[in-house]
């Protein structure tokens, strides 16, 4: 996995420069991009962190990026910074799916505190994607019986009931709820359905 960065995308140095140092001195790490072409020739799907987007630039501007940046299925947050005409664009990018947005002249602790909250969203975000799949890859794990029997034992079936449902003895449902616990990670019931919980909507 890459590391998690502050993409900074501005086309004004001065701007730039100045968002690496404060962010540096709360222990951000941050890469800067002077357009959002540049930004978007060295995009990669598996970039995390967030996005420091300046809505005016010369050429394609934030808005742009933006859309573009859907298209592409971009999971990182985005900050907009904008200046004082460009807030109702700012809110209606707000609508589809843009994190924050700052106005120039910014607070800077409470840019850095937005960008902190973005950040944290998005490890959040991936952690809980890694979870689902590894939670998939253990499913994957189960015979067809294993996965009834785990059915049932969700369902809170006592393994007696579970066994003449099964129409199988209950020493052979106890050795399929063992190995649907040991495949799955798990010890217990209770345990089985809070990892499945995210994944069975």
Same mark, same amino acid.
């Given at each position: 996995?890459? +590391?998690?960065?502050?993409?900074?995308?501005?086309? =004004?140095?001065? $701007?730039?420069?100045?968002?690496?140092?404060?962010?540096?001195?709360?222990?951000?790490?941050?890469?800067?991009?002077?357009?959002?072409?540049?930004?978007?020739?060295?995009? +990669?799907?598996?970039?995390?962190?967030?996005?420091?987007?300046? $809505?005016?630039?010369?050429?394609? &501007?934030?808005?742009?990026?933006?859309?573009?940046?859907?298209?592409?299925?971009?999971?990182? !947050?985005?900050?907009?910074?904008?200046?004082?005409? =460009?807030? !109702?664009?700012?809110?209606?990018?707000?609508?589809?799916?843009?994190?924050?947005?700052?106005?120039?002249?910014?607070?800077?602790?409470?840019?850095?505190?937005?960008?902190?909250?973005?950040?944290?969203?998005?490890?959040?975000?991936?952690? &809980?994607?890694?979870?689902?799949?590894?939670?998939?890859? *253990?499913?994957? +794990?189960?015979?067809?019986?294993?996965?009834?029997?785990?059915?049932?034992?969700?369902?809170?079936?006592?393994?007696?009931?579970?066994? =003449? +449902?099964?129409? $199988?003895?209950?020493?052979?449902?106890?050795?399929?709820? &063992? *190995?649907?616990?040991?495949?799955?990670?798990?010890?217990?019931?209770?345990?089985?359905?809070?990892?499945?919980? !995210?994944?069975? =909507?």
């Amino acid at each position: 996995m890459s +590391q998690a960065l502050a993409h900074i995308v501005d086309d =004004d140095e001065a $701007i730039r420069d100045a968002l690496t140092w404060l962010l540096r001195t709360r222990n951000v790490a941050a890469r800067t991009w002077a357009s959002a072409e540049e930004f978007l020739a060295g995009w +990669q799907a598996d970039f995390h962190g967030c996005i420091v987007l300046d $809505i005016r630039m010369k050429e394609m &501007s934030g808005l742009e990026c933006f859309d573009a940046l859907l298209e592409r299925n971009n999971s990182m !947050p985005v900050i907009f910074l904008t200046g004082h005409g =460009d807030v !109702p664009m700012a809110v209606s990018t707000l609508k589809k799916g843009a994190f924050d947005f700052l106005e120039k002249p910014f607070d800077d602790n409470a840019l850095v505190d937005v960008v902190i909250r973005a950040m944290e969203s998005d490890a959040r975000k991936q952690a &809980s994607q890694e979870t689902q799949a590894t939670v998939t890859g *253990r499913l994957a +794990q189960l015979t067809p019986r294993e996965q009834e029997v785990m059915q049932l034992v969700l369902a809170g079936k006592f393994n007696k009931v579970i066994a =003449d +449902q099964l129409n $199988i003895s209950m020493r052979t449902v106890e050795v399929h709820r &063992s *190995r649907v616990f040991e495949k799955m990670g798990v010890r217990s019931a209770v345990e089985l359905a809070q990892l499945l919980a !995210p994944g069975r =909507d």
